[in-house]
């Protein structure tokens, strides 16, 4: 399977390291909802078809990538920074911002 990197292009998927599920909101760090944590870690969908998901490319320029694949097909539509498709990982938030 072939990533193509905004940065630096078609490359195997042998560089990249899948990060997660792209639709999942993490809860804030220091929040102390059990129910919210065990959701997030937990409960998961079993998406057949299109599925956005968070890549990070490992091997190279070391991005993160927001990802649309077909869990189906593993065909790749398409790929952007993560952080220009509205999705920073491992997010946290400061002070008093909602």
């Known amino acids: 399977m072939l990533i193509t990197?905004?940065?630096c292009g078609p490359r195997d998927l042998a560089e990249f390291s899948y990060q997660g599920d792209g639709n999942r909101q993490r809860p804030?760090?220091?929040?102390?909802?059990?129910?919210?944590?065990?959701a997030y870690v937990y409960d998961r969908?079993?998406?057949a078809g299109d599925h956005r998901e968070v890549w990070q490319h490992s091997g190279g320029c070391r991005a993160h990538?927001?990802?649309?694949?077909?869990?189906?097909?593993?065909?790749?539509?398409?790929v952007a920074f993560a952080r220009?498709?509205?999705h920073?990982?491992?997010e946290r938030k400061h002070g008093g911002e909602s």
């Open 5 to 7: 990197c905004p940065y």
């Open 28 to 38: 804030d760090p220091g929040s102390t909802d059990h129910e919210a944590w065990n």
């Open 45 to 47: 969908l079993n998406t």
């Open 65 to 78: 990538l927001a990802v649309t694949r077909n869990t189906l097909t593993h065909r790749i539509s398409s």
């Open 84 to 86: 220009e498709a509205g």
């Open 88 to 90: 920073r990982p491992h």
